[in-house]
T-cell receptor, first 115, second 116 residues
């Protein structure tokens, strides 16, 4: 069955520190992978996506993610975190079935940033 | 902003009532998907509409139903509300895979439903 696991429920970092959010997926075919960010009371904003090609993908707000097929991982990174990055982050895999597509999301990682 | 608009933004209902949530898709998109996000969880796929028909469905009971209109906007209806239906309901629009597109989803801000 397809699934996405985000092992870290909460992460706290200091402003200016580096960040890595972990994501592992289970999917039988070549995955299409996404990272979304959600601020309190808001919808989902797409940070970046991986469809194919270069395994290191760049996104908005200085984020990047690396696809590692051997580890079934798609970890999100940022070299220097800003206070405004405090939010919830969701990893997702796109599943195709019977002519329609859907996203399967992880449970999310809540990021807190200390000044 | 994605161009996907949802209404209402917040609403409160009591158990057993019915609710209708609305979504206007982004210009050029003909497919609408609905997701339920319970507190502290990731969004879960409810169903997808394409050409005014249900195109795919997740693991939700029949009291969750939908409509898509000729202008591609959509409604989510939930009957016989239960306390566990309290959640953020997200709408996403896209072009459709069957039209040769990637099907990339663009999300609205959501409708937050509280069931008392």
């Amino acid at each position: 069955a397809q699934s996405v696991t985000q092992p870290d429920i909460h992460i706290t970092v200091s402003e200016g520190a580096s960040l890595e959010l972990r994501c592992n997926y289970s999917y039988g075919a070549t995955p299409y992978l996404f990272w979304y960010v959600q601020s309190p009371g808001q919808g989902l904003q797409l940070l970046l996506k991986y469809f194919s090609g270069d395994t290191l993908v760049q996104g908005i707000k200085g984020f990047e993610a690396e696809f590692k097929r051997s580890q079934s991982s798609f970890n999100l990174r940022k070299p220097s975190v800003h206070w405004s990055d405090a939010a919830e982050y969701f990893c997702a895999v796109e599943v195709f079935s019977g002519g329609y597509n859907k996203l399967i999301f992880g449970a999310g990682t809540r990021l807190a940033v200390h000044p | 902003e994605t161009g996907v608009t949802q209404s209402p933004t917040h609403l409160i209902k009591t158990r057993g009532q019915q609710v209708t949530l609305r979504c206007s898709s982004q210009s050029g998109h003909n497919t609408v998907s609905w997701y339920q996000q319970a507190l502290g969880q990731g969004p879960q796929f409810i169903f997808q509409y394409y050409r005014e028909e249900e195109n795919g469905r997740g693991n939700f009971p029949p009291r969750f139903s939908g409509l898509q209109f000729p202008n591609y906007s959509s409604e989510l209806n939930v009957n016989a509300l239960e306390l566990d239906d309290s959640a953020l309901y997200l709408c996403a629009s896209s072009s459709n895979l069957r039209d040769g597109n990637t099907g990339e989803l663009f999300f609205g801000e959501g409708s937050r439903l509280t069931v008392l």
